[in-house]
């Protein structure tokens, strides 16, 4: 199972983008990215995942790179409502097996 | 929306006590789960079950046990609760499929065991 490594934490101003790295350099071919965040005392909530080419939807955009080996979550206009724990998972297709690194602790600062 | 629901905010039990923590989902997903988020540990996975009366294994089974006899049901169960079992306990349930599966989570129960 490919494991992911995230900078522990992060700032970013308001209004700002916000810009979140993520390395998978093992990742396989069938493996998707996932992007999950946690705002205190909550559940993860899904924003994003992708398996070769980058993705975007009402919240966040994911970029990967083309040899799969990172990634990056781009809240393109942070607000504060945007500060959270953000993890990056890898999953292979057809399996249950979603592996939570320690995530991203993302503030973001009026 | 998925709607996850965990029975409890917050539980305080002793040591040795038999505790029941409840999960009901209300979109119809094969798949449920069971994690417990520690400080500086991120998620494990303790649980998983694909179906009624399905279970398997996640990383960290050792103390817990669970049911699910109904589809939109999940429970874990602490035989004989520890004071290293007190933790965040995360639901989560989803849709199999290849491509669009995703977690949705519940949002937690926090368990102190005294």
């Known amino acids: 199972d490919a494991k992911t490594t995230q900078p522990p934490s992060m700032d970013c101003a308001e209004g700002r983008a916000a810009n979140l790295p993520c390395n998978h350099s093992?990742?396989?071919?069938?493996?998707?990215v996932y992007w999950y965040r946690q705002i205190h005392s909550q559940g993860p909530q899904y924003i994003i995942h992708?398996?070769?080419n980058n993705e975007t939807n009402e919240m966040a955009s994911l970029i990967i790179t083309e040899d799969r080996k990172s990634s990056t979550l781009i809240l393109p206009h942070a607000t504060l409502r945007d500060t959270a724990v953000y993890y990056c998972?890898?999953?292979?297709?057809?399996?249950?097996?979603?592996?939570f690194g320690t995530g991203t602790r993302l503030k973001v600062l009026a | 929306d998925v709607k996850v629901t965990q029975s409890s905010r917050y539980l305080v039990k002793r040591t040795g006590e038999k505790v029941f923590l409840e999960c009901v989902q209300d979109?119809?997903?094969?798949?449920m789960f069971w994690y417990r988020q520690d400080p500086g540990l991120g998620l494990r996975l303790i649980y998983f079950?694909?179906?009624?009366?399905?279970?398997e294994k996640g990383d960290i089974p050792e103390g817990y046990s669970v049911s699910r006899e109904k589809k939109e049901r999940f429970s874990l169960i602490l035989e004989s609760a520890s004071t290293n079992q007190t933790s965040m306990y995360l639901c989560?349930?989803?849709?199999?499929?290849?491509?669009?599966?995703?977690?949705?989570f519940g949002s937690g129960t926090q368990l102190s065991v005294l």
């Open positions: 079950s694909y179906d009624v009366k399905m279970k």
């Open positions: 992708g398996l070769k």
């Open positions: 989560a349930s989803s849709l199999w499929g290849q491509t669009n599966e995703k977690l949705f």
């Open positions: 093992t990742i396989s071919g069938n493996e998707y």
């Open positions: 998972i890898v999953r292979a297709g057809g399996t249950y097996k979603y592996i």
């Open positions: 979109m119809d997903h094969e798949n």
